[in-house]
């Protein structure tokens, strides 16, 4: 799998949007981006994932530039709920494959 | 979303004991589970991908004999670590993927083990 490349840590304030930037320069055409969150001595949670079309759900959206090597979650409104490390993850979408977890961001919202 | 739950949360246990931790996922059926660890201040960690019906798959560097993984079941995956070290104490964490097109991989809530 492709390897990612965060930000180690961001701050962004309440009500805000956040911008998690990633990188993936080395992306397969097969492979998607996917993005979890992990609060503090939680298990990750699910944000959100897109091969190369922006994608948006009740919790975030994902921007995926054309060419595919970079992406941005943005969490359109920051709480102070959203403080959490942020994981990036390339991966080719089947049930046979891995995820691997990079070094993520941690995203401090400060009321 | 999908729910996948740990048990026990926490648990605290002397040097050369063994311990097993359950993964279950209880709305949905996987074929294929994933065990992490993770130790302080430090990101996930893949050990192993589980299976149903076949054996671990483990990661490069992972003893396969002291992690021993069983998946029985569609719902069940279990994780035990024999004869646990104080350098085994660390916090492991499940996944359980979804199966059809869109793949999810749901995390339980994890596992604090302590070796004292």
């Known amino acids: 799998d492709a390897k990612t490349t965060q930000p180690p840590s961001m701050d962004c304030a309440e009500g805000r949007a956040a911008n998690l930037p990633c990188n993936h320069s080395t992306i397969s055409g097969n492979e998607y981006v996917y993005w979890y969150r992990q609060i503090h001595s939680q298990g990750p949670q699910y944000i959100i994932h897109?091969?190369?079309n922006n994608e948006t759900n009740e919790m975030a959206s994902l921007i995926i530039t054309e060419d595919r090597k970079s992406s941005t979650l943005i969490l359109p409104h920051a709480t102070l709920r959203d403080t959490a490390v942020y994981y990036c993850i390339v991966r080719v979408a089947g049930t046979g494959n891995q995820f691997y977890f990079g070094t993520g961001t941690s995203l401090t919202v400060i009321p | 979303g999908a729910v996948v739950s740990q048990h026990p949360s926490w648990v605290i246990c002397k040097s050369g004991t063994s311990v097993k931790i359950e993964c279950r996922s209880l709305?949905?059926?996987?074929?294929?589970m994933f065990w992490y660890r993770q130790f302080p201040k430090q990101s996930l960690m893949l050990m192993a991908t589980s299976n149903e019906g076949s054996k671990a798959t483990y990661e490069q560097g992972v003893e396969k004999d002291k992690f021993l993984i069983n998946h029985a079941s569609l719902t069940l995956s279990t994780l035990t670590v024999t004869s646990a070290h104080p350098e085994d104490s660390s916090f492991y964490i499940c996944?359980?993927?979804?199966?059809?097109?869109?793949?999810?991989?749901?995390f339980g809530p994890g596992t604090r083990l302590t070796v004292l």
């Open positions: 897109g091969l190369k």
């Open positions: 996944s359980a993927l979804t199966s059809g097109r869109l793949n999810e991989q749901f």
């Open positions: 709305d949905f059926q996987a074929t294929t």
